[in-house]
């Protein structure tokens, strides 16, 4: 059985940190893509990052780039975690974080995401 399950979320103010958590597991998905991706109250989830199965390749949307982070650790074979440290929070990154997997390629397309966790809040205060 699939399972994502992210964790970190929370209430920081303006300038503070945060880092978020994805545990997946139930597939191979260091074969996966992994990526974040947010969805604001009264907007449509958007593209935050993206890293290859390896690791090896990152992608930012332009809003976070210089201040998020994507990471993965592949080492464990039954959970597959998946990092992102957030630096410099602003109001505007208020949003409900999603961490989903994408089998096929390296994508920022949430259509190509086959798997999905439920989601962390996380609230910056000004």
């Known amino acids: 059985q699939v399972q994502l399950t992210e964790s970190g979320g929370g209430l920081v103010q303006a300038g503070g940190s945060l880092r978020l958590s994805c545990a997946a597991s139930?597939?191979?998905?260091?074969?996966?893509?992994m990526g974040w991706f947010r969805r604001a109250p009264g907007k449509e989830r958007e593209f935050v990052a993206s890293?290859?199965?390896?690791?090896?390749?990152?992608?930012?949307?332009d809003p976070v780039k210089g201040r998020f982070t994507i990471s993965r650790d592949n080492a464990k074979d039954t959970v597959y975690l998946v990092y992102l440290q957030m630096n410099n929070l602003q109001p505007e990154d208020t949003a409900v974080y999603y961490c989903?997997?994408?089998?096929?390629?390296?994508?920022?397309?949430?259509?190509?995401?086959?798997?999905w966790g439920s989601g962390t809040q996380v609230t910056v205060s000004s």
């Open positions: 989903g997997t994408a089998p096929m390629a390296f994508t920022t397309d949430d259509k190509m995401y086959m798997y």
């Open positions: 139930g597939r191979t998905f260091s074969a996966y893509t």
């Open positions: 890293i290859s199965a390896s690791g090896g390749r990152t992608y930012y949307a």
